[in-house]
Every structure is written in C-alpha cells, then in structure tokens.
C-alpha cells in the first residue's frame, strides 16, 4: 500500500471522526458567545444518541430518530437554561450533572427498554444513514491522484457529514452578518448595554441554548444512525470534552473551530491506525498508550500552543438586571 494511498484512507477517517466533534464544538460556539458556558456537551449527545437508536429501532425510520434526538437533545438544554439563566445557578455544576445524569439514565433505560445491557437494536439499512456516492466515483477512482480524492475523500460519507461542514460557514454567517448573531455576541461581552437597549438578555441566552441542543442533537445522531447501527453505552467517549477543548484551542471562531476538530480527528484516526503497528526504533506500542494519545496531545496543544486564550467577558456569569 503506498503512501499516498494511506494518506487519502487517514484523512478519510479523519473527517469521519470528526463531525461529532464539529458539531458539538459549533453548539458550544453558540452558547459561549452568549455567555453561558455549558460543559454539558457531552451529556446532550450522549442523550441524543440514544434518543436516535432508540426511535429509530422502534420506527425503523431513520428520519425519527434524527428528530427524536434534536428533541431531547434540546429538551436537555433547556434544563441547562433553566438552571443557569433563570435561576441564576452555577453553570459548570449544572452542565456535570447533566453528564452523569444522562450517563446513567441511557444504560437503565436500555436495559429497561430492549434488554440488551444497555444498547439499542442493531439497525437495518432503513433505520440508519447511508453514504452519499457522487456521480461516476467507481469510474473516476482509477484516474491517479485525483481520484482517490474525488471517490474516497469527497464521496462516500452520510448526509450529516456534509451538513457538519456546511454547518461551518453558515454559523460564520449568523454570527457575523445577522442582527441575530451581533445581539448574540454582544451579549456574551457586555449583557447591561444590551438589556439598555431593550432587548431581553434572558431570551436571547435561551435562543443560544436552543441552537446548542439542536447542533448536539445532530452530533449524537450521527454517532448512532451513522457511524454504529445503534446506541451503545458512552459511546461519546469524551467527544463532548474534546469538543470543548476545540472550541478553546480555536479561540471560539468558527472557521478554527473547524481546523481545530480536524486536527483532534487526526490525533484519533493516527490513534487508531497506529494500534498493533510497529514503530521505527521503538516496536510496537500498547494499545491503551493509543487509545490515550488524542487525549494527551489535546493537553500539551491547549498547555502549550494557542496562546492566551480569551473568551468572551460575561461567560459563565449569571445575568442580574439592575434595578
């Protein structure tokens, strides 16, 4: 196999990897630009993704399940809202209970539900995303270089993949070039001019955390109805931590988010790629030092390589009006 080959099958499984972590990163762009720092990114798609395998099994329509996931992904979220934004609680304790909540929650009901230790129904073929073939890609994947590109690299993924992507530029666009996304990020800095100007600082963190649950609603989705045939017990597996630390790696831009969930992916998919495979001067590596790379490079890149990291002023203070 040369090299070129195995660059296109890693940058593969690169962008594979990483569209839970672009989705969940972009729904903690929203909410930290509107200065509520929500650390529950993990619990939402852990509960979407069960919502998704569950739904889906039951109906047998994969359609459900993504709309049963958006819905309890955001119901999730509105809990997080409540606690913090209208009762004014402790954001950070708010979001870890909803991650041992939900944690605990999907195994019970699992087992309650299908008997299967805690997993959902392996899924048919209409229960589950199927990839996207662009046009001639057997045919063109002869053609050298650019082939492999075009049938491996840009065809061949779920339609959840492309909307990550997509997801991108249009969050840019609502937080750049709408009135929307300027409240929003005015919000997140300076909430008193805003509430000066008579527009509701409470509403406008709700509308935030509507758009977090529905983005971490899609990430779950895709682990479940696209990546697996079905929910399997934490099978977020810290992506939901990973994504957070993109989002500060990337300094809460969204073109960086991206690049920053790409990089991580990377550090997963070479994690994987590497296991059981002899290293030059060193041998063969254990499987568990693999498995923990992503996860301490994610350390030394966040201890060592941004920078001062800057987030927006009034994150994770409750609002109080003054009177």
């Not at 030092?289 to 390589?305: C, H, K, R």
Request: charged share 10%; with cysteine; proline share 5%.
């Amino acid at each position: 196999m040369d090299f070129f080959h195995v660059l296109v099958v890693l940058l593969e499984s690169t962008i594979r990897v990483s569209v839970p972590l672009v989705f969940a990163a972009l729904a903690g762009l929203f909410t930290e630009r509107a200065g509520v720092f929500d650390i529950g990114l993990e619990g939402k798609m852990l509960g979407a993704a069960f919502a998704a395998g569950a739904a889906a099994a039951v109906t047998q329509s994969v359609w459900v399940g993504l709309l049963a996931a958006v819905l309890i992904s955001v119901l999730l979220s509105l809990v997080h809202g409540y606690a913090s934004i209208t009762q004014r609680g402790n954001q950070i304790v708010s979001g870890v209970a909803i991650n041992f909540i939900v944690a605990g929650s999907t195994v019970i009901l699992g087992e309650a539900w299908f008997r299967q230790g805690g997993r959902t129904p392996a899924l048919a073929e209409g229960a589950r995303f199927q990839t996207i073939s662009f046009p001639d890609a057997d045919m063109i994947r002869e053609v050298p270089l650019l082939g492999p590109i075009y049938a491996d690299l840009l065809s061949g993924h779920f339609l959840l993949t492309y909307l990550a992507f997509a997801m991108v530029p249009i969050s840019w666009w609502i937080l750049y070039r709408t009135r929307f996304g300027l409240r929003l990020r005015a919000v997140g800095e300076n909430p008193g001019a805003v509430d000066t100007a008579g527009i509701s600082v409470i509403w406008l963190r709700y509308r935030a955390v509507i758009c977090c649950g529905i983005l971490c609603g899609f990430a779950g989705a895709y682990l479940s109805l696209a990546m697996t045939a079905g929910f399997v017990k934490g099978m977020t597996a810290g992506k939901g931590y990973i994504a957070l630390a993109a989002l500060i790696f990337a300094k809460w831009r969204p073109k960086n988010v991206m690049f920053a969930c790409l990089l991580f992916g990377f550090l997963d998919a070479l994690a994987i790629r590497l296991q059981g495979t002899p290293l030059p001067l060193i041998g063969q590596v254990p499987v568990q030092f693999m498995q923990a790379l992503p996860y301490i490079l994610t350390v030394i890149l966040l201890a060592g390589f941004i920078g001062k990291a800057i987030p927006p002023k009034a994150g994770g203070v409750p609002y109080v009006k003054e009177r």
